[in-house]
């Protein structure tokens, strides 16, 4: 797994599961496993859609970031290698920098 700026970074995410409680978390993981699946809609969405994803990310793997990017209209993405699904952790600058530059494009 990629380095995630050192214990500072892993104590981080690890705090994310101290303000919440394993209910909480668990009705999270439910209500996502029952989500309809909106792939058919991506074409007729008009907005712009921008993906950034980690080639290490577990939870949302790139393929899954490439086919929602190559359904919608207006979508590009962007694969950081060495990263996993926290980017805003693990590249906060590189990922702020480039959502600004998408967001003037």
Known sequence: LPDIDGDAG?????????VTTPEAIA??????????DLRPELPDLPARVY???GDADLPCPPAVSEEISNLV????????????HTLLIEDLR????????????
């Open 94 to 105: 590189g990922t702020v920098d480039a959502i600004a530059h998408e967001l003037s494009a």
């Open 10 to 18: 892993l104590d981080r995410v690890l705090g994310w599961l101290q």
């Open 51 to 53: 993906l950034r994803v």
């Open 73 to 84: 209209r207006r979508g590009r993405m962007d694969v950081v290698p060495g990263c996993g």
């Open 27 to 36: 009705a999270e993981a439910r209500a996502m496993a029952n989500l309809d």
